[in-house]
């Protein structure tokens, strides 16, 4: 044992010194360069792969829903998109195809037989039943996880605005990518993003949807269209602005928030630092589209991307 011991420290000596020999040889690449363009929330990062060639990442911002106003790209954004060499999303085709079947493990009835509205005062039940009181699927909805609810909540308070996901440019991205027959790689796995539907315990969830209900009684609701004026405009001040401004807002007083925020942002930008790197180590031509709000702040992949001396600062 005590040889064999040896025999891997010899080893893992040798393999570091031939590492540092082989690296001496190598020049020292420049960092990236990243550039806004004229085009709404769309980058490109410019680097050199491990072989000192050209390498390109392009980064689509996106907002997950939308409506006609959204379309058409600009031709530059769409010859970006089909002439990549691989295609990137927070998901990839793959489980974007699977997405109808795992969801079903979310919206079904919380494992403790819970109810959401034994939880609410009177107000808020009030504001509940303004989007689902008379839907059919009322019982099933109210004995969902509080996060699912708020979710599904979401999505019925844009579509008054007239915004829908089928109008978001992911649908159109995704739909894009199967046309030319090509996949889509993913930066999350499935699995992880599901796990935030049941984040925390049921009190941290009531209190997320509560002040949610209360937000919508008080008509902050149009904070989301400002957020996507901003969005359409390509003003980006503004659009980090409302986002900043929603997330400094919905401060929760329970231990699971911090938690909560860091694995929703955070923890997703950091692990997709990762990822960039090695598409730009591997050369030719990226194209990532996911949502804009990871792209910008001081938490931001780009920001990231910065302090890990991957691109200029």
Same mark, same amino acid.
């Given at each position: 044992?005590?040889?064999?011991?040896k025999? +891997?420290?010899?080893?893992f000596?040798t393999?570091?010194?031939?590492?540092f020999?082989?690296?001496?040889?190598v020049?020292?690449?420049?960092? #990236?360069?990243?550039?806004?363009t004229p085009?709404?929330m +769309?980058?490109?990062?410019?680097g050199?792969?491990?072989?000192?060639?050209?390498?390109?990442?392009?980064?689509?911002g996106?907002?997950?829903?939308g409506?006609?106003r @959204?379309?058409? @790209?600009?031709?530059?954004?769409? #010859?970006?998109?089909?002439s990549?060499?691989?295609?990137?999303a927070?998901?990839?085709?793959?489980?974007y195809?699977?997405m109808?079947?795992?969801?079903?493990?979310?919206?079904?009835?919380?494992?403790?037989?819970?109810v959401?509205?034994?939880? @609410?005062n009177? /107000?808020?039940?009030?504001e509940?039943?303004?989007?689902?009181?008379?839907?059919p699927?009322y019982e099933n909805l109210i004995?969902?996880n509080?996060l699912?609810?708020?979710?599904?909540?979401t999505?019925?308070v844009?579509?008054?605005?007239?915004?829908?996901?089928?109008?978001?440019?992911?649908?159109f991205?995704?739909?894009? /990518?199967?046309?030319?027959g090509?996949s889509v790689?993913?930066?999350?796995?499935?699995?992880e993003?599901?796990?935030?539907?049941?984040?925390?315990d049921y009190?941290?969830?009531?209190?997320?949807?509560?002040? +949610?209900?209360?937000g919508l $009684?008080?008509?902050? $609701?149009?904070? +989301?269209?400002?957020m996507?004026? #901003?969005?359409?405009?390509?003003?980006?001040?503004?659009?980090?602005?409302?986002?900043?401004?929603? $997330?400094?807002e919905d401060k929760?007083? $329970?231990?699971y928030?911090?938690?909560?925020?860091?694995?929703?942002?955070?923890?997703r930008?950091t692990?997709?630092?990762?990822d960039i790197?090695?598409?730009?180590?591997a050369?030719?031509?990226?194209?990532?589209f996911t949502g /804009?709000a990871h792209w910008?702040?001081e938490?931001?992949?780009?920001?990231?991307?910065?302090?890990d001396?991957?691109?200029?600062?």
């Open positions: 044992m005590r040889n064999q011991k025999n +891997f420290t010899r080893l000596l393999t570091v010194f031939f590492v020999v082989s690296c001496a040889s020049p020292v690449r420049e960092k #990236a360069r990243v550039t806004k085009h709404r +769309f980058w490109r990062i410019d050199t792969d491990l072989k000192g060639r050209s390498s390109t990442v392009y980064v689509q996106t907002i997950h829903i409506d006609d @959204l379309l058409p @790209l600009d031709d530059e954004v769409i #010859a970006a998109f089909d990549s060499d691989r295609i990137v927070e998901c990839s085709s793959r489980d195809n699977r109808g079947f795992y969801s079903l493990r979310i919206v079904r009835p919380n494992e403790d037989g819970k959401v509205t034994d939880y @609410l009177d /107000a808020e039940i009030i509940l039943n303004e989007y689902i009181g008379g839907e699927g004995r969902m509080p699912v609810l708020e979710s599904y909540l999505v019925k844009a579509s008054e605005f007239g915004l829908d996901s089928e109008s978001g440019l992911d649908m991205f995704y739909d894009r /990518a199967r046309k030319n090509k790689e993913g930066l999350d796995e499935l699995e993003q599901l796990k935030l539907f049941s984040f925390g009190e941290f969830q009531i209190a997320v949807l509560k002040y +949610f209900l209360t $009684s008080e008509g902050e $609701s149009e904070q +989301f269209i400002d996507y004026e #901003a969005y359409l405009d390509d003003d980006l001040e503004v659009f980090l602005e409302e986002a900043e401004k929603e $997330s400094e929760i007083d $329970s231990p928030y911090e938690q909560y925020e860091k694995a929703m942002m955070l923890d930008n692990d997709w630092v990762k790197k090695k598409y730009l180590d050369g030719g031509t990226t194209f990532i /804009a910008l702040g938490e931001s992949v780009f920001e990231l991307l910065k302090a001396g991957v691109i200029e600062k």
